[in-house]
Each structure stands twice: as structure tokens, then as C-alpha cells.
């Protein structure tokens, strides 16, 4: 909690310069209506946190939700009684890819970063290759319901953002999570206390392909089927997870300020849209943005510096 | 040569790169022959090398980057933008080009120095960084382009559609860029430095070496190359388009080529020639599906395993030697 | 030639060192001694000018002198050799000599005379089994740390400052070091040798200074003080009180090995028992660490029994009762940037042990100081990071527990307070092995010596060997 204080600082003051401008946000409808929009990339960050917390990249979610939409508009195809088994069907494929991306990090000792690289071009290719070329096919109400629809005034998206953001937190608590840290932090020494280092970090690629395949589920019925819909969101990704004061490399940061930090950027959209900055020069903006803010992150609390080689004596 | 027996130096990647280079010719030629058709004809090889070229000038680039610890992901933006700016500069008119060729080195300099400067100054993981620099070109881009503008003389298309013999122009300013960067990285003190900084940041700054100034010229450069891509696929285009550096991914894949050339992604150990191998390897992939009329999918699916399975290979040797 | 007065410092607001006052002439080996945390690090470090010191004056050759940057002090010929050796593993030994100052001919780095400047200062430390075109990572710890050396003379440093530079050598190795610091003296190049090892100073120097909670508390020639003395200035401690008394008996076997080996081991027999602490002597390379990490798992046995049964893997080794506190604490032992908690938990976490609130009781015991949880592992002092590894393995309660050099980089006052435990839980029935490059640390705490030579045993003594005894056995082939 103490490490996410200061993205939920940059947060609430975001939230209070949107309500300033639009005193509808402050609604419930309105603030729901912006968690709705949220929720795809905060489930996502979660996802990416998890892999990067093990020191890890995982380049190929963005590429994983295209996949897995275009799949799902394929296979249901508006059928209505095809949605379950997809959705199971989705879920499987997010583990899957995660499982490969696990397994070829750790055991084939390939860096992630090319591994995932190579699973995004793999993807999008055996998709494309499948599909021929264009999405086809059509999603089902019933499968369009959970980007859409809701349970009376919430959306199912908040819902399902508020359960798959308890058990992100939850795992972080649980020993799972500590020796996941750990592990990103210090792999020898996680290993030779005992911890199965390969395995834990396979679990958090494959958390990453599931909060994918979730993330895919939402964004089918809210964005609708194109072959654009995942594309740049390992970016994003990524990018929340750092604003939330992650570091890159692992073993640091916590989960819930690496939701916090899609949050911030989701709210930095809406911001960027009230104040009337075109669509285009939004991504100048949002670049400019992020690299102040992990500037700012990088060189705050001076008396709290990050002890390098060498420097633990000085500090002692 | 140097003393080091003859097959520890196979055991290097770049020799490895070679071998899978030569070991996919002669896979394409029975393929390709099985198919009934002729591998490597005067065509297909000048296909090869115009189809290297970009890419191959922007890995060089990359190379330098990755060598020094960092990485790149402006470059396709910048790509993009490089291009509309020597298009729209030139206007048709060859008295523009040198202008036009000036204004885009100085502008993808300038880029680089941002990159660099954000990297060492405001210490900003250089993932993040280039990738901030990338959203805010891409910001430009959109907002004052909606498709391809400028007009490139023909005088300036000579570099992208001419050739010498069989060598076209275009593959002789990608070796030009390759034995320069060769030659910076194994001949000059600053690329000894380069290798130190990324080799182990901290053995290089106790041994006196600026590293940040280091980091910040190896994006200079590397930049610089970007722009020289733009301008050699403005020529080509005969304009320039503000989609024609993401189109060819030239982010993710100049760095693909990297490792795939045996350059450590941690930086501080590999080389340009190996880079060279790994272009010419994709490029010869590209080739062979082109020639058996493959779907272009399949190639995306192709190239994402080759990767990963070069670096395993890579990854298991350094294992052997150290154990 | 050096000469500093009034120097200090503080970080954040703590003050590391006040009023340093330190002389060191050429041709001068110059030791500096005192606990962890006593400044040593620091002041190495404002010399080198890595840190700039808040106040004080530094002259060289009676000229005042501030470094702003490590190039500021090199250029004034002061040359630092860290305990971490500071190589390009893939570049060569040349290139590394030359980091950061190469020689330039027209524009381009000159390699012949690298080479050629590299190769003759190899020559003359008399070292010819590498040479200049030789990558880094194919040499041995004592080769790399002659190319530190070399890189130091390259530059004609006149002062060589040394951080532990024996820590990371064999007893055979540390001849060498002797030898060249022998050449560097003759050459009129003043040594700054810092060292935990009191033997090396006393074999070393011509004068040694004491430093102590950031203050100097003398300087003296060699030949005044006793190494008895110097222990009391450093910790105002009687060498008397160093080592708990031995065990007062001996119970079941835990573990017994008949003919272990693997690639680096051959035909290992060893009982260890339930209240006994093993020894294991050795040279590097012998096959101590590697004796350790075969029992516990990490590295196994392919071949030999061992009872109750031979672990494949760490975790089988963590399930038969056997802990491992690592040589390398930062590499090999904790996350650093994790809280002595989540350390002290993290062998329970790994294998689902239950009893999680019984680490605050086990962190009093190990006497860390201030017992407090939540802080980083990183800010702690070496020995409070070693109490908190030890935390950890007794969460499981083990069996058997192996220390690879538990109290490297460890000041004098957890030394002994590790020994303690070490002691204490052997009393409780622990059966315990300890492998300790320190002589004395071996024969104080033994209750039996087992040495290595070449991946066998070489032979076993009882309590209290001489340290010749020691050596003949581990260095046999290098006396034949």
C-alpha cells in the first residue's frame, strides 16, 4: 500500500482535474462509465505486472487479444449457445501462450523479450494465416454482454476488473507472489532456498496470457472485432505498469500500483479528449507524459535511494 | 590469428549466423528447384539485397545501441517521419536535395539526442524512453500527415531503384553504413567504449569513461540511421508516407535482426557483422517464401520461431563454454 | 606521497567518517584495518574519487587535490583494486588494461602497442601463463586479478589501493599477491592494503592504521603493535573471548556419504553428527563449495551413497533437513531489495512450511539488531544480513546445516556472535559443516577437520590442528 501512494497521488489528482472540467464524472454513472473504459488495460497491467515483477517482458499480449478476438468472432460466428465453450476456449489459448512463453524463457534460458517477441509475430501471423487474411465472422450478444452490458447500473467489466484486481492483490500476499518477488529480485538466491524459480515465473506468463484472454473477452463486445483491436496494447501495458513505480528488471513495485498506473493513463486519455486535444497530438502528449513521470519517479525520494553495488556500506 | 583455436571461434554466434545463412541458401535452392524453379537467379539475388537494405541500415543502428546496453523503439516513427521531411523538403526539385538530406540527419540527430538524453539524464529505462519518444512522433505524424506527401526527384530515385553491375545502389549505402559501424566499433576508441558501457556500466565509469556520453552518441547514431533508411524508402516510395516505418516494423524487427546476428541483448558483446548476418538471413527467408509463393503469414509465423530458436541455440552455447 | 587531513563524511545525514588524518609514503605498504562499517570502504572510496569527501583536504606530493571523477584521481597516479574485480569478461586482457585509455594512432586505437605494453608488464610481474590477446573470462580469479594489477602499473600509479584483495583467492594464490605487491614495492609504488586478515597485514606492511566507527584511532609501524592489540583497538575485545567452547558431546549420525562424487568430487566419505561442527579445509578449487552444494542438492551426487538419501535437487535437499547458508551473500544468498521478513520467510514460502510467526522469535535469537521486519535486507551490515540467512534455514529446523564461509565480509563483533550460534545450535543437536578459508576460524571452531585436495579427502584431523597440519594436507601435491 505504502509503495502505491504515490500513483494514487498522480490518480486523484487527475480524477480531480477531469470532475473539474466534467462535474458528470463525479456521478456514479459517469465514474462508472470511466471504470468500464479502464477495465480492459487495468487487467492487462495486472497481467504484465506479474511478469515483470519476475524480471521478465511479456511483448505478446498485444498481439494475444487480437488473436483471441478474431478467434472468438470466427468460431461463434453469432451463434448464441457457441459462446461458453469459446469463452472456455479463449481462456485455455491465454494459458497456453503464456505456457510457451514460460517454458521458453526459463528452459530454453532465451531472453523474454525475444521470446515474446517471436510469440507476437508468431501470432499474429498463424491468425491471419487462419483467418485469411480479414476477421471474419460475428461475436454473440451473449459474448458482447461483458464488454457492454452490466449487472443493473454496474457494468459487468467493473465487476469482473474489481475480481481479477482482489485476486492479483490476493496473490501477491499469498507465498506465491512473495517468492515471485523474489525471484525477480534475486533468482540464484530464490533457487537455492528452495523456490522453484522456473515454475513460478511459467505461473506468471501464463497469468499474463489469462488477464490477455479476459481482456480480449471485454474489448470484443466494447471495441467490437478488427484486426487493430490489441494493437500497441503490450505498450500500453507495460507503460501503466511502469507509471505505477514497477521496475523494470523485477523484484519491485506492487500490484495495486501497477493497476493504479493504468488507471492514471486511462484517466490521462480522458483528460487529453475534455481538454480538446486532437486525437492526434494525444499520443504526443501521453509520450511526453510518460517519460516525466518515470523521470519523476526515477529521481524522487532522494532519501530513499535504491542501495547499488557497493553502496550497502555507505549506507550502513 | 589471435590465438584462439579454430573451433572456439565457431562456437561464436557470428560464425554460427554465417553457417545458418549458408545452411538456408542451399535449403532454398533444393526447395525451390523440388519446386521448379531457379534459387538465387540475378533477380531473386537483387531482390534479396534491395529488400535487406532498410532494414539492414536501421539493424546497424540498432546494433549500436543494443551493444551499449540500451535499445531503440523510436525508430520505425522516426523512419516515417524522415521521409515526409526529405519529400516534402526536396518538392520534386534536385537542387533540394542536399538540403532535403541535411535537414533529415540533423532532425534524426536530433532525435537521438533526446533519446539518449532522456535515457542517462532523467535516468528513464531506455524501453520506456524510446518507446515515449516513439507515442510523441507518432503524435506529430498523425497530426500533419493523413497519407504519403513531398515528392522525391527522379535524380534521388537512382538510390533506390538504381544498381552497379548487379549490386544495386541501395545495397551499396547498407555496406557503406555496416563497414563504417564496423569500423567505428573495432578500430576506434569509441567503440571500444561502446562495448565497455554496455559490457558493465560501472567497470566503465571507474575506468574514467564518460558513459552517459557514450549512451547518448551510440543514439545518435543509431538514429542517424533511421534517417538514412527514411530518406533510402523515400526514394524508393518516390514520397514520403507516414505509415511506411510501422508497416515495416522496423522497431521490433531491426532488434529481431540484432540477436538474431548473436549481439547480446544485455549489451556489450557481439558485433555489425553478425547483425549483417541476421538481415541477410531474414531477408533470404522472405526470399525463398516469396519463390515458393508461400502466404505472406506464413512468413511472419516462420521468422517468430527462427528467432527465438537462434538465441536458444545461442543461449545453450554460452552454457557450454562457461560450465 | 598522499597525504589527507581532517577528512569527512556523511551520507543522508549519517555520518560515515570524521576527521580522517592519513599519510601513506612511496615504496610504503600502508595497511588500514577496523570492523565493517568502520569507514574503510569510504575512505577507499573518497581517495579514488568515487565520493568526494564533505570536508577535509587531500595533498599529493604537497599539493592540494580534489577528484570530482575516478579519471581525477588516476590521473594524479592512484590506481584501485576492488574486492570485485572490475573486468570486461568478453573483452581481452589487453583491452581491459587499457579501458578507457587507449592509444591512439591517426584517429584509430593502436592495438600492436596495447599489446605489445600489456605483454611487457605481464613479463615483468613474471606471469606468463596468459597473455595480452587472452578474453578475460577464460582466466582464473588470481589471473584476473593480475590483470588488475597490470592495469594499475599501466597507468604508473604510484599509489595502489587494494580492497581485500586476498578474499577471493586460495591460500597458494595468495603467494602470488604477496610476490607482486614484493615488485610494486621495489618499484617506489606506495600499497594501501585493506584487509580483514590480520596474518596478511602482519606479512605485509610497514605500517597499519586503525580505523573505528569512522574515526582513525592510531597509526602505527608494523613492528610496535601485536596482532592481539590491533584486535582490541579495532573492537576493544580480548582475542581470548573469539571462539565459544567446543561441544560437549557428540550424538547420531545425520548424514552419512560412502563414495559420493560428481564431476567435481571423487569417493567422498563423511559423517556428520547430531552437536559436532564439521571443518572443511581447503584450497580454492579444491572442491569445498562444491562438497556443500553436492549434500544440499544443488550440485548432486551422481555417484556414492549418501543416507538417508541423496538429494537430487535443492528442494529434495530442503525435505531431507539439510539448510545451505551461501558463500556469496549478495549473489547467491538474499533479495536485496526485500525485507529481512520476506528473507527470513522465503525457505518456508518455497516449500509450504506452516509456521510463519515464529520469525520474530527466531530473528531475537539470532541476535539481529534492531530486530526490525520490515526494513530492506540491503541497508543491513554484512553480519545482520548473515543472522537473517540463518534466520531463514531455522524457520525449517534442520537437520543439518551447511555455512560455505560464514563470516566473510563480516566484522569482528557478528563474527563472534555468529560463531555463537553456530555453536549454540550444535548444542541443541544440529549437526553442522562449516568450510572456512580462515585458519584460525577452522581450528577455533572445529570439532573436526576434514580437508579436500583435487575433489577427495585428503585426510581428517581431530580439535585443534596446528595450521602446518592444515596446509601439508591441503597443499600436498604443491610441497612434493
Known sequence: MKRALPILAVLVVLLAAIAFVNPFFLEPAGFLAFAKRAAPLVILAAGQYFVIVSGEFDLSVGSLVTAEVVIAARLIDGEEPATWPVIALLIVIGLLVGLVNGVVTTKLRVPSFIVTLGMLLVLSGAVFLWSGGAPRGALSEGFRAFGRGGLGPVPWSVLILLAVGAAAIWLMRADFGKTLMVAGDNERAAALSGVRVHRVKIFAFMLSGLAAAVTAILLGGFAGVSAQVGQGLEFSAITAVVLGGVVLGGGRGSVLAAMAGAFTLEALFTLLNLYGISGALEFTVQGVIIIVAVAAGAVRLPWKFTPRKGDAHAAS | ?323 | MLSMRGIGKSFLGVRVLSGIDLDVTAGEVHAVVGENGAGKSTLMKIICGVHAPDEGTIEIDGRPTSFGHPLDAQRSGIAIIYQEFNLLPERTVAENVFLGREPVRRGLVDRTAMEQATERLLDELGEGSFGPREAVKRLSVAQQQVVEIVKALSVNARLVVMDEPSAALAEHEVELLYRLIGRLRERGVAVLYISHRLREVFDLADRVTVLKDGSRVTTHPIGEVTSDELIRLMVGRDLGTYFPPRSSGVGETRLSLRGAGNHKLRGIDLELRSGEIVGVAGLQGSGRSELAKAIFGAEPFTEGEMTPSRPRSVREGVALGIGLVTEDRKAEGLALHQSVRDNALLVARAVGGKDRDGVHDLLERVRLSPPRQDQEVGYLSGGNQQKVVLARWMTMAPRVLLFDEPTRGVDVGAKAAIHDLMRELANDGMAIMMISSELPELIGMSDRIVVLRDGRIAGTLPAGPSEEAIMRLAAAEVVS
Open chain 2, 1 to 323: 590469428m589471435n590465438g584462439i583455436p579454430v573451433a572456439a571461434r565457431l562456437r561464436e554466434p557470428t560464425q554460427v549466423v554465417f553457417l545458418a545463412l549458408l545452411g538456408l541458401i542451399a535449403l532454398g535452392w533444393v526447395l525451390v528447384a523440388l519446386d521448379g524453379g531457379q534459387f538465387l537467379t540475378m533477380e531473386s539475388v537483387v531482390g534479396i539485397q534491395q529488400r535487406s537494405a532498410a532494414l539492414g541500415i536501421v539493424a546497424v543502428g540498432q546494433t549500436l545501441a543494443i551493444l551499449a546496453g540500451s535499445l531503440d523503439l523510436s525508430v520505425a516513427y522516426l523512419i516515417s517521419l524522415t521521409s515526409l521531411v526529405a519529400a516534402e523538403i526536396m518538392a520534386g526539385q534536385d537542387g533540394n536535395i542536399v538540403p532535403a538530406v541535411a535537414a533529415v540527419l540533423a532532425l534524426s540527430a536530433l532525435v537521438g539526442l533526446v533519446n539518449g538524453l532522456v535515457i542517462t539524464r532523467l535516468r528513464v529505462h531506455a524501453f520506456i524512453a524510446t518507446l515515449g519518444v516513439a507515442l510523441i512522433i507518432r503524435g506529430i505524424l498523425d497530426h500533419l500527415y493523413d497519407g504519403p506527401a513531398g515528392k522525391v526527384p527522379e535524380s534521388f530515385q537512382v538510390l533506390g531503384y538504381s544498381r552497379i553491375g548487379p549490386v544495386p545502389v541501395s545495397a551499396l549505402l547498407w555496406a557503406g553504413v555496416a563497414v563504417v559501424a564496423w569500423f567505428l566499433l573495432s578500430r576506434t576508441r569509441l567503440g571500444y567504449r561502446i562495448y565497455a558501457v554496455g559490457g558493465n556500466e560501472e567497470v566503465a565509469r571507474l575506468s574514467g569513461i564518460r558513459t552517459g556520453r557514450i549512451v547518448v552518441l551510440t543514439h545518435v547514431l543509431c538514429s542517424v540511421c533511421a534517417g538514412v533508411a527514411g530518406l533510402l524508402l523515400a526514394s524508393r516510395l518516390g514520397a514520403g508516407a507516414p505509415t511506411v516505418g510501422t508497416d515495416g516494423g522496423y522497431d521490433l524487427e531491426s532488434i529481431a535482426a540484432v540477436v538474431l546476428g548473436g549481439t547480446a541483448l544485455a549489451g556489450g558483446k557481439g558485433g555489425v557483422a553478425g547483425t549483417v548476418g541476421g538481415v541477410l538471413l531474414l531477408a533470404v527467408l522472405d526470399t525463398i517464401f516469396n519463390q515458393l509463393e508461400v502466404n505472406s503469414f506464413v512468413k511472419d509465423v516462420v521468422r517468430g520461431v527462427v528467432i527465438v530458436i537462434a538465441v536458444a541455440v545461442y543461449a545453450r552455447r554460452t552454457k557450454g563454454r562457461s560450465a
